[in-house]
């Protein structure tokens, strides 16, 4: 059973995780400034980079969870990811995006989990 881990910037978790095909990754932004948008964007920028890095890459996303620290950022969070994640239907992932107490000055946090890349594993 071969476990590969994709170290953070955080002590005591990984910002992403690759096991049997599939990747698992996380990512905020509370360095992009006070603005969901900022954030949102920063967030997924990082996702990009973390299941490029576990041979992955969004068109593979199967299922993501937003958790926002303020439920009324959705329409702001949701047209950052709409632009993110493209308008074929096909390759959109299951989504649930739901309220939180998030740490520090994060506004938005992002949960993936994805295949990995066909030839990959």
């Not at 890459?57 to 047209?79: C, F, I, N, S, W």
């Not at 520090?104 to 594993?121: K, R, W, Y």
Request: aromatic residues 6%; hydrophobic residues 45%.
């Amino acid at each position: 059973m071969e476990i590969m881990r994709f170290q953070g910037g955080a002590v005591g978790r990984n910002k992403g995780v690759r096991h049997g095909g599939i990747v698992y990754a996380v990512a905020t932004a509370e360095e992009a400034g006070p603005d969901i948008r900022a954030q949102t964007a920063a967030a997924l920028e990082k996702i990009d980079k973390t299941l490029v890095e576990a041979g992955s890459h969004r068109r593979g996303l199967l299922q993501t969870q937003v958790y926002l620290a303020d439920m009324t950022d959705k329409p702001a969070m949701d047209e950052v990811w709409n632009e993110w994640i493209g308008s074929d239907w096909r390759r959109w992932p299951q989504r649930a995006c739901v309220g939180a107490a998030l740490a520090g000055g994060a506004l938005v946090e992002i949960v993936v989990t994805a295949a990995v890349s066909e030839g990959e594993d």
